[in-house]
Nanobody, 116 residues
């Protein structure tokens, strides 16, 4: 089982980044996929979620209108498009797969830093 995030980096305020999470080793299309983030000294928080099939999405209030979660089941990949980035978006972003009580996997995280 693997969840591999990519696409993080350093970006100026107001900029954009697109995170990707490539999954393997489990039935991706049957899973809810989530993006979490954790800033230094803070608890991990749910940023965005997408249902299996992609018909339903949810966002934290702090990112609504700026971030978009999507998935490509043919590629076993979930994305997080992040626009109008703010310094407070700086965190390590984690991909999470949930497919029932016994399927809950995490990626290793990718650093996003928003700074001028």
């Amino acid at each position: 089982v693997q969840l591999v995030e990519s696409g993080g980096g350093l970006v100026q305020p107001g900029g954009s980044l697109r995170l990707s999470c490539a999954a393997s080793g489990f039935p991706f299309s049957n899973c809810f996929m989530n993006w979490y983030r954790q800033a230094p000294g803070k608890e991990r928080e749910l940023v965005a979620a997408i249902s299996s099939g992609g018909g339903s999405t949810n966002y934290a209030d702090s990112v609504k209108g700026r971030f978009t979660i999507s998935r490509d089941d043919a590629k076993n990949t979930v994305y997080l498009q992040m626009n109008i980035l703010k310094p407070e978006d700086t965190a390590v972003y984690f991909c999470n797969a949930v497919g029932g009580p016994f399927l809950n996997y995490w990626g290793q995280g990718t650093q996003v830093t928003v700074s001028s």
